[in-house]
């Protein structure tokens, strides 16, 4: 019987569907997951709601946050709505960092109203566990998790209300590599920002795992924070995991398109200056010893689209 709820936002998207995939797979779980999207009748969300009886699609955005929890209690039935797992678009069409954040900072409001026991945030890494509480960075979509973390602490600060929480800091994804122009460039801007200075990577289904730990067991990852990454590479290590699988190196294109994508996106550009300046400081040894199965790049490539090039 599931006799706890849990509301995942985004839940078609890469994250959320990398944190259902890992809830169900944890075979002593008792939860029943809340998928929430915008449109049931999506395929996507027919292909989730597919995957297991333990899934219930609830349909709603987080630009209405109060009426996607009712639609959400409505759907739970009577278990209860225990756990949320948040996390929103800082980029792409129609996207506003102004609206992340209120979607952020509304979340964590509509969570403590509706007394949920555990909520999970998925943030971005700043620099490593410590770094990352401290500084914002000059990215803005950096900046904007930053704050929305600040409030997630300060909202359960000193009995302010006692829901437990953890914070998901993940690095660059590995799935936002797909085969194509785009990524030829994006590639392009990174070598040569970047040259022999590494870059963290990690994939979605390793940020899942640790979602589902932390649901889990709840206690243990009460007020924690983690930087979670699978892999750190320089580009010529990069092109070289992509080799080992693929046979070729990693795709790149003229030094001047990468350039002129720098300039054209400026967040992009701000992005890469942190990673050459800065840089990710997730702690890979210690993510290995918590998740023996954290994936290399290689071993993501080998099982991604770019096998079938």
Do not use: C
Not at 156 to 167: C, H, K, L, R, V
Not at 174 to 203: C, H, S, Y
Not at 222 to 247: H, R
Request: no cysteine; charged share 20%; aromatic share 10%.
């Amino acid at each position: 019987t599931m006799s706890r709820a849990i509301l995942v936002t985004g839940a078609t998207g890469k994250q959320g569907s990398a944190i259902i995939n890992a809830l169900l797979a944890k075979k002593s779980s008792d939860f029943l997951i809340l998928a929430a999207t915008r449109s049931k009748d999506s395929a996507g969300a027919k292909r989730l709601a597919a995957k297991s009886s333990n899934i219930k699609l609830v349909e709603g955005d987080l630009d209405s946050i109060p009426a996607l929890f009712s639609a959400a209690k409505e759907a739970a039935s009577t278990v209860p709505l225990w756990g949320v797992y948040s996390v929103q678009l800082s980029m792409g069409k129609g996207v506003t960092l102004e609206g992340e954040v209120q979607q952020g900072k509304g979340l964590v409001d509509q969570a403590i109203k509706a007394g949920i026991h555990h909520f999970v945030y998925s943030s971005v890494d700043r620099g490593g566990d410590e770094t990352s509480w401290e500084d914002p960075t000059p990215v803005p979509h950096f900046k904007t998790k930053h704050e929305i973390e600040h409030y997630l602490r300060d909202s359960t600060a000193d009995g302010e209300s006692n829901m437990g929480w953890t914070i998901l800091r993940p690095v660059a994804f590995m799935e936002n590599l797909e085969p194509g122009f785009q990524t030829k460039v994006f590639l392009t801007m990174i070598r040569n920002t970047l040259k022999d200075r590494p870059l963290q990577w990690v994939a979605t289904e390793d940020i899942g795992f640790f979602g589902a730990e932390a649901f889990s067991d709840p206690e243990q990852w009460n007020k924690k924070a983690i930087s979670i990454a699978g892999d750190e590479l320089t580009f010529a290590q990069l092109s070289e995991a992509f080799e080992k699988a693929t046979g070729s190196p990693a795709g790149t294109t003229f030094s001047f398109l990468g350039s002129a994508l720098k300039y054209a996106v400026t967040e992009l550009g701000i992005m890469a200056d942190w990673f050459r300046d800065v840089g990710y400081g997730a702690d890979l040894a210690k993510l290995r010893q918590l998740n023996p199965g954290t994936k290399t790049m290689e071993e993501w490539v080998k099982n991604s689209a770019f096998m079938s090039q």
